[in-house]
């Protein structure tokens, strides 16, 4: 006698295939569904999707108004961008998130369009931010965001760190946060991180990130022969340079930090995504291509030996 073949005996689905199928891959797509299935889910998971989510909407917001102030490409600029520095800024709001019982105060320096000083304003930070101009030079968008800044309760103040020192008394901040800026600094980096370490508090904490000089794609263009900075003719033509002075490795970020007295709590290796840089208009077919084919290289070599990712991520501790 044939075995009459039900619906639970066609195809058995395990609760981990389950699992597997909704909440697989690196991004939580289904965090309703996560806490409804799994009650038992950690708090450091919800905490991700809230601030990834965080992350979204604040980026939005700065997209749609440098899109009212300065246009679609200046607004698709910000996007991209931000896009493609997720992982990076995503690591210093959970760092930051996870140290505030105790941290409150935070000094964002390199403004930019105001993304991570609105970040950390979101999660309850008392925020101050500074830039090398006033307003913040992105266009229209400056004055817009120096009026949102002060509207969220953000102070902001001008600062250029090749030249002036910090405006702040000793000891005023828990953390500081800089994020991108230490590579455009044309001279010694001493001064910046002896003024950083003067207004910390006792056990205050900096956040760096920075360009990995030997991330996979750039020891490829080493090995052809290629520049990894700024093409020589912007370097020698242009008379107000602000790109990349100096990038560094892992053991120079390590050195640097101990011979300004931080002592480093947490470092990553953080890779950046290459899909907003793949919708650049000024990209050739052939230019996407082949930055597609070298990144998604990359990907896949960083994954085995995190070293090669694009940047260096680091939380240090002031120390006595």
């Known amino acids: 006698m044939r075995k009459k073949r039900g619906r639970s005996t066609r195809f058995a689905m395990s609760d981990k295939m389950f699992r597997s199928l909704v909440f697989g891959g690196r991004y939580n797509i289904f965090p309703h569904l996560h806490s409804m299935f799994s009650p038992s889910s950690n708090r450091k998971a919800n905490q991700k999707v809230e601030l990834a989510r965080v992350f979204a909407e604040t980026l939005d917001e700065v997209a749609s108004l440098r899109l009212l102030a300065d246009g679609l490409a200046a607004a698709n600029e910000s996007y991209r961008y931000g896009l493609g520095e997720r992982d990076r800024h995503l690591a210093s709001l959970r760092f930051v998130s996870s140290a ?147 990038e560094f490795t892992l053991e120079e970020v390590r050195a640097i930090l101990h011979y300004s007295g931080f002592r480093i709590c947490s470092l990553n290796m953080v890779g950046a995504s290459i899909l907003p840089v793949l919708k650049y208009e000024n990209f050739t077919l052939r230019n996407k291509l082949r930055y597609a084919i070298v990144s998604s290289c990359s990907k896949a070599v960083s994954t085995i030996f995190p070293q090669l990712k694009d940047c260096i991520w680091v939380a240090a501790v002031k120390a006595g």
């Open 100 to 246: 505030m019982g105790t941290h409150k105060k935070i000094l964002d320096i390199g403004c930019g369009d105001g993304l991570m000083a609105l970040l950390f304003q979101r999660i309850g930070l008392e925020v101050c931010t500074l830039d090398m101009a006033d307003p913040p030079p992105v266009g229209n968008y400056g004055a817009i965001l120096k009026k949102l800044l002060a509207f969220r309760g953000v102070e902001f103040k001008r600062c250029h760190l090749g030249k002036d020192s910090l405006p702040f008394p000793a000891q005023t901040f828990d953390i500081i946060h800089m994020a991108a800026v230490i590579e455009h600094l044309p001279q010694s980096h001493k001064k910046v991180l002896d003024n950083i370490r003067r207004i910390l508090k006792d056990n205050g904490i900096l956040i760096m990130d920075t360009p990995n000089l030997t991330h996979f794609a750039n020891r490829i263009a080493f090995l052809l022969g290629k520049p990894v900075l700024a093409p020589i003719e912007q370097f020698y033509n242009i008379k107000n340079y602000h790109g990349h002075f100096r």
